[in-house]
């Protein structure tokens, strides 16, 4: 069964960048896309953007030019860099899997990052 | 920028059927997803291309298509639905996007 695991910083302060990680285990990072959304607490989900594992990505334009996102299919792992952050960035964020077509069908469990000095 | 909009909120009794609507102008040529997501956990997908239905989840969930309304429907609603549900789908630039969230109280 995939499973995925969200990794990193609980705390980020303004101004500087989050980053996470999101390892994935019970298959391979070869193929699917690999998404991160986020969710502020109390409201509606967000996606961010995906990266396909041959290294092309989909961005938000809302959030493009602070996104960066990368994918390591050694480690089987990919991340997010979200730079520049202020309080409008602190959400829950969870990576998922995306087929093609068939929607986000796995997601990790999430992480609380909180954008506060 | 595009949008995907949803009911705030639907009521229903046990036993009874749910109609959720997300209503989008790319919808007639981009499918549809919808989700439930329970209090402190990860969404779960319940619908994707608009109809079909994962392994696993119960066939009470059903989905459907309409011009530019697609509807989740929950038949003999049960107390363990209440959730948030969301749709989503993509623009026609690829963009994918999200519903605003429905609120599905069981009363």
């Known amino acids: 069964q995939v499973q995925l695991q969200e990794s990193g910083p609980g705390l980020v302060k303004p101004s500087e960048t989050l980053s996470l990680t999101c390892t994935v285990s019970g298959g391979s990072i070869s193929t699917y896309y690999w998404n991160w959304i986020r969710q502020p607490p109390g409201k509606g989900l967000e996606w961010i953007g995906y990266i396909y594992y041959r290294g092309y990505t989909n961005y938000n334009p809302s959030l493009k030019s602070r996104l960066t996102m990368s994918v390591d299919t050694s480690r089987n792992e990919f991340s997010l860099k979200l730079s520049s952050v202020t309080a409008a960035d602190t959400a829950v964020y969870y990576c998922?899997?995306?087929?093609?077509?068939?929607?986000?069908?796995?997601w990790g469990q999430g992480i609380l990052v909180t954008v506060s000095s | 920028s595009y949008e995907l909009t949803q009911p705030p909120s639907v009521s229903v009794s046990p036993g009874q059927t749910a109609r959720i609507t997300c209503s989008g102008d790319?919808?007639?040529?981009?499918?549809a997803y919808w989700y439930h997501q329970k209090a402190g956990q990860a969404p779960v997908l319940l619908i994707y291309?608009?109809?079909e239905r994962p392994s696993g989840i119960p066939d009470r969930f059903s989905g459907s298509s309409s011009g530019t309304t697609v509807t989740l429907t929950i038949s003999g609603v049960q107390a363990e639905d209440e959730a948030d549900y969301y749709c989503?789908?993509?623009?026609?630039?690829?963009?994918?996007?999200f519903g605003g969230g429905t609120k599905l109280t069981v009363l």
């Open positions: 989503q789908s993509a623009d026609n630039s690829g963009t994918w996007v």
């Open positions: 790319a919808l007639p040529k981009q499918s």
């Open positions: 291309q608009d109809t």
């Open positions: 998922a899997r995306a087929d093609d077509g068939s929607g986000f069908a796995y």
